[in-house]
């Protein structure tokens, strides 16, 4: 059983920045595709950024520029760096772990408010 713990979420005004982490237990994380979701009330959750064991990255477009995913493998943690926040970006955000068999696995989730 893999699991998940977020933490680096809090209050930030716009333009400021935060940084997410997710440690994982288990020792699948090397092989495994990590990524950041996020979810906002009444809305489905969506995909922010994923990182796969190679390095290769992808983001959504409404974070290409300002959010850099990257990962640790030494100590099974994915990091989100979030700069120029907006309020927009205001959500809960997840990480998630897809190993190599296609088991995916969720955090706990993490709230991230970008208000003045």
């Known amino acids: 059983q893999v699991q998940l713990v977020e933490s680096g979420g809090g209050l930030v005004q716009p333009g400021e920045s935060l940084r997410l982490s997710c440690a994982a237990s288990?020792?699948?994380?090397?092989?495994?595709?990590v990524g950041w979701y996020r979810q906002t009330p009444g809305k489905q959750r969506e995909s922010v950024a994923t990182?796969?064991?190679?390095?290769?990255?992808t983001y959504a477009d409404s974070v290409k520029g300002r959010f850099t995913i990257s990962r640790d493998n030494a100590e099974n943690t994915v990091y989100l760096q979030m700069n120029n926040l907006k309020s927009e970006d205001t959500a809960v955000y997840y990480c998630?772990?897809?190993?190599?068999?296609?088991?995916?696995?969720w955090g706990q989730g993490t709230q991230v408010t970008v208000s003045s």
């Open positions: 288990g020792s699948i994380f090397r092989l495994a595709q």
């Open positions: 990182i796969i064991n190679g390095g290769k990255t």
């Open positions: 998630s772990l897809v190993s190599g068999l296609g088991s995916r696995y």
